[in-house]
């Protein structure tokens, strides 16, 4: 994947910038592409540098780059370290732990010798409405009483599919044990796995009967 010269200057600005702030905990073993133990602004660099064809990383480099596990090294893994070196806490926004759960996903499809899904930003949003619509409404269940269905939310919302599924889940307290608790449901793991959908949205918001609503929306 190419990009142009203005735009690599542009990201590696923002290295700079975001060099001033303190760095996370975010996925170290992800972040560390050079492997000198830290997450920094050489990492972000190496990412960079591969994006544009400057660089190329080995297996392990390459690994450690793949912040969302599509098999490819994007722009999107760039963002993702640049979101590691400007961290300063321990708590995941909602699109970080939407990349961990994509990870997640993409290995669980991977052992399986089937394609990784995409994270798609629209189908973020519907999830993260649909999340926060069952804690203000004070329901937990694949039919909300303001979008309906999860097809009619989709429709509604211009999302064009052929095929589609949704996951919900409450209570858990990370990407790790939501989706342990998805791939250890026969119905929940059938959508994570099904060849058919292609990209993925997810959704978070705190609140609930059990403190945390967790969503997935797979198209195809």
Not at 135 to 154: C, E, K, L
Not at 168 to 195: K, T
């Amino acid at each position: 994947m190419k990009i142009t010269n203005k735009l690599l200057s542009l990201l590696l600005s923002a290295i700079m910038i975001l060099s001033l702030f303190g760095f996370s905990a975010f996925a170290q073993d992800l972040c560390d592409v050079n492997g000198d133990g830290k997450i920094s602004i050489v990492d972000a660099k190496w990412v960079l540098q591969q994006v544009a064809q400057l660089r190329t990383l080995d297996e392990a480099q390459t690994k450690a780059a793949d912040l969302n596990g599509d098999g490819r090294i994007t722009v999107s893994d760039a963002k993702g370290v640049l979101r590691a070196i400007a961290g300063g806490g321990d708590e995941e926004s909602p699109s970080q732990k939407a990349e961990d759960i994509l990870k997640l996903v993409n290995e669980e499809r991977k052992k399986r010798g089937i394609a990784g899904l995409s994270l798609s930003e629209e189908l973020n949003e519907l999830a993260n409405l649909k999340a926060k619509d069952m804690v203000q409404n004070n329901y937990f269940d694949h039919t909300s009483p303001t979008y309906g269905s999860p097809f009619d939310m989709m429709y509604k919302f211009g999302i064009s599919f052929s095929t589609a599924g949704e996951n919900i889940a409450s209570g858990q307290a990370s990407p790790q044990e939501v989706m342990e608790d998805w791939m250890n449901s026969d119905g929940h793991r059938a959508n994570i796995l099904n060849p058919s959908f292609t990209k993925l949205g997810v959704g978070y918001c705190d609140g609930g009967i059990y403190g945390t609503i967790w969503v997935q929306m797979f198209v195809g």
